[in-house]
């Protein structure tokens, strides 16, 4: 029964997106889903990954002070297994915490790549 219901949620997640006409199961779906929302931060989902992208980039618009890009240059394939978070950036780079080797460093200039796991493409430089 779960995977009934998420397919048709996921459907009707990309019939909003793409636009258009809905049809009749989205429009019940969406219909028999409405509520007052109880807070103002509320999850958005997308079809599509561009459109995460889109929403990202105006957030990161409005949020006050100054915008700083960092930009690289790869030379190395690099792999590991870290996630860390941003916890304040500034021109010479960004202090990243680790919580799994609980560890908060600041970076310098590194290079690095990304690669996509199924066609081995580079995604990031």
């Known amino acids: 029964m779960f995977d009934v219901e998420m397919s048709n949620l996921i459907n009707a997640i990309r019939e ?13 779906l969406c219909k028999n889903l409405s509520r007052e929302l109880q807070s103002e931060k509320v999850t ?9 992208d889109d929403l990202n980039r105006r957030n990161i618009l409005d949020h006050p002070g ?3 890009q ?10 590991n297994e870290l996630q860390g978070t941003v916890t304040s950036l500034d021109r010479e780079g960004p202090t ?11 970076l310098s ?16 430089k």
């Open 96 to 106: 990243v915490e680790f919580p799994t080797v609980e560890t908060t460093i600041k």
């Open 66 to 68: 100054e915008l700083v």
């Open 70 to 79: 960092y930009d690289s240059e790869d030379s190395a394939k690099r792999v």
């Open 44 to 52: 958005k989902l997308f079809a599509r990954n561009d459109f995460v």
């Open 16 to 28: 909003v997106s793409y636009g258009g006409k809905l049809s009749d199961s989205t429009i019940c």
């Open 109 to 124: 200039k590194f290079q690095f790549e990304v690669v996509g796991a199924s066609n081995q493409l580079k995604v990031a």
